[in-house]
């Protein structure tokens, strides 16, 4: 059965850094693009980052470009989201998703990021 399990977030003051993990069981992880996505209260859900399956390619939203950087470890099945210079506007649930592009679509069920001094 798959499962995705995000960790790491808490809160966090304006400019600090916190480390988001997400750690996938039951698939063929090395098969998966994995993206992080969040959601803050009254907004759609974002792209905040994604990696393809060797992490070769990454893609980031622009307002988090040169902050945040995404990673991933096949050997640990894991991803990560190193977020530095943390803003309100970063203030969000975090989800993470695999993708194999065939189809299967898998989320986790969040972590919550809380920025305040």
């Known amino acids: 059965q798959a499962q995705l399990v995000e960790s790491g977030g808490g809160l966090v003051e304006p400019g600090g850094s916190l480390r988001l993990s997400c750690l996938a069981s039951?698939?063929?992880?090395?098969?998966?693009?994995m993206s992080w996505f969040r959601q803050a209260p009254g907004k759609e859900r974002e792209l905040v980052a994604s990696?393809?399956?060797?992490?070769?390619?990454?893609y980031y939203l622009e307002s988090v470009k040169g902050r945040f950087t995404i990673s991933r470890d096949n050997g640990k099945s894991m991803i990560s989201l190193q977020m530095n210079r943390v803003t309100p506007e970063d203030a969000a649930m975090y989800y993470c998703k695999a993708n194999n592009g065939l189809g299967l679509v898998y989320w986790g069920l969040g972590t919550q990021v809380t920025v305040s001094s």
């Open positions: 039951g698939i063929t992880f090395r098969t998966f693009a």
């Open positions: 990696i393809d399956n060797i992490g070769y390619r990454t």
